[in-house]
């Protein structure tokens, strides 16, 4: 289990990278709003890279303390996304920053939450609320051009399975390695499906 969980790891990493590249060619024909997308994108590419480089370039085999800041970082990009998207008040987005500036704060200054996973299932139930009233707003207004349809779909599913597989993980005790690899393994697969909606919207935009 733990070379199909490599393989699929090492694929994910190359589909991001090439959503990276593509995003960046695209980057010019996307609206303000669809910027937001690329920039989510690319955040995640960062914290990835990160977690690749830190280890084997400066020997820091510990790269927990990067955890929060991609909880909090994640949830304000796709929140301000999907509240602009909603065309929500502008105050709903400060009241974002602030949540997410207030856990960083909390987290980096008093480790507290203690386990920040509680912070990561709140984040993405947040997500996943956001994410689904994009989707029916979406799908009634048929008249407008949802060029980002796909991804807004592949998101809320992707986050909505997330939750629930790492609930089912926390209520599981005594996991074998090889359960590990499966729960990761699955989530990995998700993160590829996500991956390739991405791809797949930005190789169809045009001008």
């Known amino acids: 289990m733990a070379d199909f969980y490599k393989a699929i790891l090492f694929l994910n990493y190359g589909l991001l990278l090439s959503v990276i590249l593509l995003g960046a ?3 010019r024909i996307l609206n303000n709003k669809e910027k937001q997308y690329f920039h989510c994108i690319a955040f995640l590419f960062f914290i990835e890279l990160l977690n690749l480089i830190l280890p084997y370039i400066f020997n820091l085999n510990d790269t927990s303390f990067l955890y929060p800041l991609y909880i ?5 990009l796709l929140s301000v996304l999907f509240i602009r998207k ?4 502008k105050y709903f987005l400060g ?8 856990f960083m704060i909390s987290k980096y200054g008093f480790n507290y939450p203690f386990n920040a996973d509680i912070a990561k299932v ?4 947040i997500i996943i609320c956001l994410s689904g ?13 949802n060029r980002f349809l796909l991804t807004d779909a592949s998101i809320f599913f992707y986050y909505s399975v997330s939750v629930f597989i ?3 993980q926390h209520q599981i005790a005594n996991l074998s390695e090889d359960d590990y690899y499966i729960i990761f393994s699955a989530n990995n697969i998700l993160s590829g499906i996500l991956y390739c909606s991405f791809l797949y919207t930005f190789i169809k935009l045009k001008k």
């Not at 009241?95 to 207030?102: D, I, M, R, S």
């Not at 009233?133 to 051009?145: G, P």
């Open 25 to 27: 060619g695209k980057y």
């Open 72 to 76: 909090a970082g994640e949830f304000f």
């Open 86 to 89: 909603l065309d929500w008040p």
């Open 95 to 102: 009241l974002v920053a602030l949540v997410a500036t207030g």
């Open 122 to 125: 709140v984040s993405n139930i």
């Open 133 to 145: 009233f994009t989707l029916i707003r979406e799908i009634k207004d048929t008249s407008a051009q």
């Open 166 to 168: 790492f609930i089912v």
